[in-house]
């Protein structure tokens, strides 16, 4: 054995004081006493997984003044994001096989934590090459979105959705329905949310779930109203992630625009809906849909100020807390950002069990701290959480090593991309 973890680690279900054996990156073994090398001797702190985050946006190529793979995937680890899925919509962005590969090289030279590249539809791409390539799944945006991918036509979504069915990866998707989106000026998150009220999104997955061919696989990313909750429940081959920012802020938050996102945050009978359904069992992730813009772009007029908002380093955190404060049990978030988004993505990781990555999450939850944006690592420093608290991770492992002690990068970079 390389190396030994002691603690109270979260295998099924429940946490148990024990040890995980580490060897090649690898848990070899999980039991009550093991030797090794090297020992890491954390008592009865928690030992989860490695959340698996299934929705960035590191911004590379193209914007890196707002985000690189360098900055993400740091950040990612501090909050204990171990592996992090990463959006197509960047400058250029990535709809062939050419930005794919050029992405994966940029990405395997810079990033901290482990990563997979999502491939974007747009008219014309070739999703069978980009499935070649090595893409860990398809993006598909209903509605317009950052940078320069476009909304895909709705004469079209069903010959892609065949296309992407015969690759067998899991389609994400953006879903809000372009043509019922209000086009009136916007002063406030009231106005934003007029312009794309709750229909603009159970629109988008009706006819999404109409059109979809046999055997696709659909991931709803960021389910945000509540109307979309018994849609996504009665479907088949459809999974569904929801944020942080749906679950815990709504438009009367006084951020401004520094709320703008899209989906909009919507009412708070829409929120406490999600959080039911979370606790239902409803949604198979919490992904942060980490956008980020810098503070220069947010404050911009309301109407002409970026949509999206930097989540990756507070999800875990958040999430923690709201175990402490028991408004979620340990395996609801558990599930929801280690196991489950693995599975659906066929990634060894997301569980503490013999032959799976040794990714370790080391928290105190008895520890919280408020969050602040001086204390984050992305590059543009703000949250929308400012002075919320968070239970940050103690210790953070990537494949056995130790990168992450006590808020300090302590390892070497050798993030690897999953596919
Ligand atoms: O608010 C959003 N921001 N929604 C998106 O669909 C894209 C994202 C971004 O990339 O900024
Ligand atoms: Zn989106
Ligand atoms: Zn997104």
Redesign the pocket.
Known sequence: MDAIVRGRCYTDGRPVQQCIGISDGKIAAVSGSLDGDIVYDFGSKLVIPGAVDIHV?MREPGATQKEDFASGSLAALHGGVTCLLD?P?TNPPTTTSKTLREKKELAASRSYADFGLFAGVQAGSDIEALSREGAVGVKL?MAG???DLAATSPESLKEELAAVAKTGKVLAV?AEDESLRGRGSESSLADHLKNRRNECETSAIRRLLELSAEGLRVHICHVSARESIPLIANARNVTSEVTPHHLLLDKDAMLGSFG???PPLRRREDRQALFAALKETRFDAIAS?H?P?TTEEKEEDFDFA????PGVETTLPLMIQLVRERHLTLEDVVRRTSRRPAEMFGLNKGRIAVGYDADLVIIDPATSREIRADDLHYRCAWTPYEGRLGVFPKAVFLRGEIMIEDGSLIGERSGRDVV
């Open positions: 946006h959006m919509n945006y979105t950052t940078g953006h703008k996102v899209n849909d956008a813009h970026p949509s999206g908002m």
